[in-house]
């Protein structure tokens, strides 16, 4: 099941697919997709999936949310429920810092949010999978604010798995999280020409010693890590789904000499970039 709605007054996008044997929909790197935030869920059975070239093991019941520009797939698509959506589809309710398009599951946390589903929440994603399915045949004016508000209690429940997996005990303070996800954004933003940590934290007002304590009072990385991991995962897509060569990827990520490139990628990856090319030949 493939079902797609336009917002009228945006234009936004929202994809909703149910158990595709062959779904074309997903993000695959290529440069004429377009860049949808995505929450992906699967079935009852183990698979694996592949996010930017890197194959993880995705459990039964998991819940992963993805940013915009992730490439992925499923060895068993036709298990997977995703939901797609356009930041001009749901972004109207920015100013709450957790729930926004901005907010926790795509700008507040590093690496990769795989949950767990038990009994209640996989019954709660299923009467919720159900009401969108019914929503997508209900066409009439308010079409777009009921789909609308169904995303968004999507996104509060994987929100809040979110919150209780990876953030366990940690005192949970707004401000400096915020500053985590202030961080990351601006990294989203800057990755391919600014690679030191003081233009960040002179962006947020911080020094870097602050911002690496307070990234190291919530689990995270250093900010220098997170900076390096970004610039990574796209050198990566590049790679995997461009033709460009390695001096034109190194140009495209900020570095004006291709063997300063080389020996940062080999450094991160324990590869050079020449090999990974090699792979997909």
């Known amino acids: 099941m493939h079902l797609v709605h336009i917002s009228p007054k945006t234009k936004g996008k929202l994809i909703f697919n149910h158990q595709e044997a062959s779904p074309l929909h997903f993000f695959s790197g ?65 100013s709450y810092f957790e729930i926004s398009c901005l907010g926790m599951l795509f700008n507040g946390y590093s690496g990769n949010l795989f949950l767990k589903l038990d009994d209640e929440h996989r019954e709660k994603l299923r009467v919720l999978q159900q009401m969108f399915i019914e929503e997508f045949e209900t066409v009439d004016t308010i079409q777009t604010d009921m789909l609308q508000m169904l995303v968004k209690r999507l996104v509060i429940i994987t929100t809040r798995l979110a919150k209780e997996q990876y953030l366990g005990d940690k005192v949970y303070e707004e401000e400096k999280f915020d500053l985590i996800r202030q961080f990351n954004l601006l990294v989203d933003q800057n990755y391919n020409t600014e690679h030191q940590v003081q233009f960040y934290a002179s962006q947020l007002n911080k020094s870097p010693k602050t911002l690496t304590r307070i990234f190291a009072q919530y689990g995270y990385s250093p900010p220098s890590a997170m900076i390096q991991d970004r610039i990574i995962m796209e050198a990566k897509r590049l790679f995997y789904y461009t033709s460009l060569s390695a001096k034109e990827i190194a140009y495209q990520l900020g570095f004006t000499d291709a063997g300063h490139f080389s020996r940062f990628f080999k450094n991160a990856t324990q590869q050079n970039p020449s090999d990974l090319r090699k792979l997909q030949d």
């Open 30 to 94: 290529r440069k004429d997709d377009e860049f949808l935030l995505t929450i992906n869920l699967n079935g009852a059975e183990h698979q694996q999936m592949t996010i930017n070239g890197t194959s993880y093991d995705f459990e039964p019941f998991g819940l992963i949310p993805l940013l915009s520009g992730q490439a992925f797939s499923f060895d068993k698509p036709e298990l997977i429920t995703s939901w797609q959506y356009s930041r001009n589809f749901y972004c109207l309710t920015d």
